[in-house]
């Protein structure tokens, strides 16, 4: 049974930092590409970043490029993402997401058969 779970969201004042994890199970993380993504209250979901584990290229939204890094540790089946210089327009709920197969499209929610419970992160002007 694969399981992803969230950890490190909370409540920050902008321009600070949080760090989020998703611990991984029952997947060969490995293998495919691990994702996050975010919904903001009344908005769609949203891509944020991904990597490809195999090649370990990155991915990023514009929206937060320059401020979020997201890695993996492939021994912990575990992977991060670092959000600094925060906004209020990042307030969201962060999902992590797992495929059961090949992404193409790493942005695309559909791409992806696994998801976390989400973390809840609120950044305060």
């Known amino acids: 049974q694969v399981q992803l779970v969230e950890s490190g969201g909370g409540s920050v004042q902008a321009g600070d930092s949080l760090s989020l994890s998703c611990a991984v199970s029952?997947?060969?993380?490995?293998?495919?590409?691990m994702a996050w993504f975010r919904r903001a209250p009344g908005k769609e979901r949203e891509f944020v970043a991904a990597?490809?584990?195999?090649?370990?290229?990155?991915f990023y939204a514009d929206s937060v490029k320059g401020r979020f890094t997201i890695s993996k540790d492939n021994a912990k089946s575990t992977v991060y993402l670092q959000m600094n210089s925060l906004k209020p327009e990042d307030t969201a709920v962060y999902y992590c997401?797992?495929?059961?197969?090949?992404?193409?499209?790493?942005?695309?929610?559909?791409?992806?058969?696994?998801w976390g419970q989400g973390a809840q992160v609120t950044v305060s002007s």
């Open positions: 029952g997947h060969p993380f490995t293998t495919y590409m």
């Open positions: 997401a797992a495929p059961n197969n090949r992404v193409i499209t790493p942005a695309r929610a559909s791409a992806y058969a696994y």
């Open positions: 990597i490809r584990s195999a090649t370990d290229t990155i």
